[in-house]
């Protein structure tokens, strides 16, 4: 489905180009998503839930490269574990980044090296919570001088909004939207 589909390529010279990996694993039988809690040593979105991701290097040969470099710095997952089945749409975030999700799926259990200086928190969360329809909703925020509509998903006592909620919901429409072909 993913690698059969047009994904939406955002260009915008002045931005800078990051990536994210959207790891799946299969657990208990059922698929989860792994989040990361950013911890409050890190320039960007300190204490959010996010993807295990960043900028591009120089030495990163295509943006599936950084997302796996980055995993494996964040959290310690191998390029040699991970699967990729698919990218997603190009996304911009408040910062000034032109996001590329990268979907992959790891085995699990996974011997999981975290950066503490990075990673605050590792969050399992099952695909069947997510879909469910009371964990989504759609906020608005006073930002920039201005009210912003942002999506957010409750699990638990977590809240994941913003760029990662926005990549979110993408990969949720597009295997919810798959089911009914």
Known sequence: MLSSRKRRVI???PFSHAAVLVPLFQKGGDCHLLFTKRSEEV??????ISFPGGVVDEEDLELINTALR???EEIGLKES???IIGVLDDIVTITEFIVTPIVGLFP????????????????EVPLASLLDEDC??????????RNEGVYAYQYGKHII???????????????????GT
């Open 11 to 13: 260009e915008h010279p």
């Open 43 to 48: 320039k960007y979105h300190k204490g959010e």
């Open 70 to 72: 980055e995993a494996y």
């Open 81 to 83: 574990d991970v699967q």
């Open 108 to 123: 699990y259990p996974y011997p999981f090296k975290v950066s503490e200086a990075e990673i605050a928190e590792l969050i």
């Open 136 to 145: 989504f909703s759609e906020r608005e925020i006073f930002r920039g001088g």
């Open 161 to 179: 909004w913003g760029a990662t909620a926005r990549i979110l919901k993408q990969f949720l429409d597009l295997i919810t939207s798959s089911r």
